[in-house]
């Protein structure tokens, strides 16, 4: 089956879909940058520009690229390596091969074959890993491989890239006479260097190369006496150099047949490019399929350097990423050999907004983007930096108000222009939208911005839009306490040294530490004290009531992650407790059994002794015989009396049984339970039967171990003797 190459076809135009962001917010998240990164792992240039232009694409389209690049990143930490390798663009050689008498040279039938054997290996590939790679076999079974074009290519071609002389008969003819004819010449040739050499016409060099040729170094004071063609003469005139007229005639003769060859060369070559143009279709959609693997494996290295991974894609608006980390800060840090902090939080639709408040420098802008960043990431088809429980969902519109917005070409200040772009947020912002706004309200007036922040939190909360936003306001912190589907959060910050802790808390309002992060940089206690005076008192308690909390439940965080990881080691204990103490318990019983046993055997060979001694004395071996019959009389009563009392037991429980079922008037079901209760002892039986299980005859106090297990017999090993018994009639020890 042929697919059309508009299915394939390669573009370096920007994706076209339903995702509205603009550039300014591509860039104050950073994913050019991010895409930088990606591109120089491209084996192809037009692939890394592709690269740069990726944007956000349909959830389903998405889906399938995080798909594909996923199970190309399993093939580097495995050994199923996909072959895929760097490979020649082609697409030049597509639109000349159509040309009518046009002519692909040599090294352009070297990239066809290459990337059609590219082709071949590939789909040779994925159909042996059909449950690794599904979505990358289901793209390439598509495809339509012909080995003809590589078959017609090395018809014509050897593997150094050379034409065969078997290209052609008649090549093959024109090469031979080439051959012949440069044979006669050096013959003819090393004939005429010897004969003028013994007449003293040549000078010490003999000979020469002029033209690729060789040619006789002539004594010009000779020249005349040396038949042939004179092809120069030394710098000094000393010298003539003369080919010799015996090889003329075969020299002509290659000349024209060389000229020949590059004619039949030409023909040849127009005729296979001919041929293959007949395929152009089919390259055509290997090149477009190439160009796009190159992409999927290109983004598979990135991830594999971020340890990118891919969440569960939501069709709900539910978002929860676990330990995420913003990728270009995990390159840096991990190159200067610095710590990263991950981040943890969740968009739902009953928890649209998350205002998240804390120090300045404390990370709430680095959270913002790395949100805004990995969403970009995985609605362009990009693995991302997470734990592998996390779930995501597509967003229509991304839009944001992150850092320093003042324009000087339209002479606006930060608070202008920050308005100026809130301005169209309104507009655009609806359900289907996720804001990302730093700093919310500053800029202006506290009392006045705080209001005015208040009432855009309100809208986009009525318009249910999706947001994360930072803030210092703490009326803005007490709004989206009160608003059912809002949520606040906090950086958390160490209240003693004063230093960030780079953990988003969820749940509670942080505190801006303001005096007490301008007291650690050293301003004098009487600015400090003057400023806490003005601030009202109602504010500042607040904020110590934040700080005080923020604080607590750190410390009860801690003291619970703690706690978890005592109590998670003390059940390990106790479980290990646990299955030691069953063991010696075990163990002990089978002692127990061991000595009754050697015991009795112990006594037994004691009465024997004293047999022995009372026959050695004297007795008659009548009365010994009679007192050793008395001795196997007793163990046997007692073998016996055992199996009878284990036999009136089961006797007395079987007749009990039957009494109750006769009084429910159920007899019908005594087989059936009986075959449930053998079924049972099977499968109970099917576990602890196996090799080295000491087990024991049922009614017999004898230990054993079992050696060999064949079908329903088992060998059991007592140490002096074997016997074969059926499973059945073993007990287990």
Not at 700 to 716: A, F
């Amino acid at each position: 089956m042929h697919v059309p190459a508009a299915l394939y076809r390669f573009t370096t135009l920007p994706y076209i879909c339903n995702v509205l962001i603009k550039n300014d917010d591509l860039h104050e998240l950073e994913f050019p940058e991010l895409l930088s990164e990606i591109a120089p792992f491209a084996y192809s240039h037009k692939t890394a520009d592709r690269i740069m232009e990726l944007r956000p694409i349909p959830i389903d389209e998405a889906e399938i690229s995080l798909k594909k690049t996923a199970e190309f990143l399993t093939s580097f930490e495995s050994h199923n390596i996909i072959p895929f390798d760097e490979f020649d663009d082609i697409e030049e050689e597509l639109k000349l091969m159509v040309i009518e008498n046009y002519r692909l040279d040599a090294k352009a039938f070297g990239k066809i074959k290459n990337i059609t054997a590219q082709i071949g290996r590939l789909q040779k590939f994925f159909p042996a890993f059909t449950e690794t790679f599904p979505n990358l076999l289901a793209e390439i079974r598509d495809l339509e491989f012909r080995k003809e074009i590589i078959d017609k290519i090395d018809k014509v071609f050897n593997r150094f890239g050379e034409i065969k002389s078997d290209a052609s008969p008649v090549l093959k003819i024109i090469r031979t006479e080439i051959q012949h004819a440069k044979k006669a010449i050096q013959e003819n040739f090393n004939r005429a260097l010897t004969t003028h050499g013994q007449s003293d016409f040549l000078d010490e060099i003999r000979e020469t190369i002029i033209d690729d040729q060789r040619v006789l170094a002539v004594k010009s004071g000779f020249k005349k006496r040396v038949p042939g063609r004179v092809l120069g003469i030394s710098k000094t005139g000393s010298i003539t150099y003369i080919q010799p007229e015996s090889v003329l005639k075969h020299f002509f003769k290659q000349r024209e047949n060389e000229e020949e060859e590059k004619k039949e060369i030409d023909r040849i070559l127009r005729n296979l490019t001919a041929e293959i143009s007949e395929f152009q279709p089919q390259l055509t959609d290997y090149q477009d399929y190439i160009f796009n693997l190159d992409l999927i494996r290109a983004k598979a290295k990135f991830a594999e350097q971020i340890n990118g991974i891919l969440p569960k894609i939501n069709r709900h608006p539910t978002l929860k990423l676990r330990e995420a980390y913003h990728p270009l800060l995990w390159l840096s840090n991990k190159a200067e050999g610095k710590q990263i902090f991950s981040q943890t939080l969740s968009l739902t639709e009953h928890n649209r907004i998350l205002c998240i408040s804390g120090p300045n420098a404390g990370g709430k802008s680095i959270t913002l983007k790395t949100v805004g960043l990995l969403q970009l990431m995985i609605q362009s088809g990009i693995l991302i930096p997470a734990h592998p429980k996390s779930e995501m969902f597509f967003f229509e519109k991304i839009m944001t108000d992150i850092g320093d917005n003042q324009s000087i070409e339209n002479h606006l200040s930060t608070y202008s222009s920050r308005l100026k772009k809130m301005s169209g947020i309104i507009k655009e912002a609806d359900g289907k939208t996720l804001l990302l706004i730093d700093e919310f309200g500053t800029g202006s007036d506290p009392e006045l911005g705080g209001a005015l922040a208040e009432s855009f939190l309100e809208y986009f909360y009525g318009k249910k839009s999706f947001a994360i936003i930072t803030t210092h306001y703490t009326n803005i912190k007490l709004v989206v306490e009160h608003l059912p589907n809002a949520e606040n959060a906090a950086m958390l910050f160490d209240e003693h040294s004063l230093e960030p802790l780079y953990k988003l808390e969820v749940g509670q309002a942080g505190s801006s530490f303001t005096f007490e992060v301008a007291e650690k940089n050293k301003i004098p206690q009487f600015i400090l004290k003057s400023a806490r005076e003005k601030v009202e008192k109602d504010v500042v308690n607040l904020d110590k009531t934040i700080v005080k909390l923020q604080q607590e439940k750190f410390e009860v965080e801690k003291l619970r992650s703690n706690l978890t990881e005592q109590k998670e080691s003390v059940v390990d204990k106790r479980d290990n407790l646990q299955k030691l103490n069953e063991q010696l318990q075990q163990k002990l019983f089978n002692f127990q059994k061991l000595y009754e046993e050697e015991h009795r055997k112990l006594q037994f060979g004691n009465k024997i002794e004293g047999f022995i001694d009372a026959y050695m004395k004297g007795k008659s071996r009548k009365d010994v015989v009679r007192d050793f019959v008395k001795i196997l009389e007793q163990e046997k009563f007692r073998k016996l009396g055992t199996d009878r009392d284990e036999s009136k037991k089961l006797q007395v429980v079987k007749r009990k049984i039957t009494q109750q079922l006769k009084k429910v008037d159920i007899q019908e079901k005594i087989a059936e339970t009986h075959d449930k209760l053998e079924e049972k002892r099977k499968e109970e039986r099917a576990v602890w039967l196996k090799l080295g299980q000491r087990v024991r005859i049922k009614g017999s106090t004898s230990v054993g171990t079992i050696e060999k297990i064949s079908k329903n017999k088992v060998v059991v090993n007592y140490g002096t003797f074997k016997t074969t018994i059926d499973a059945d009639e073993l007990d287990r020890i």
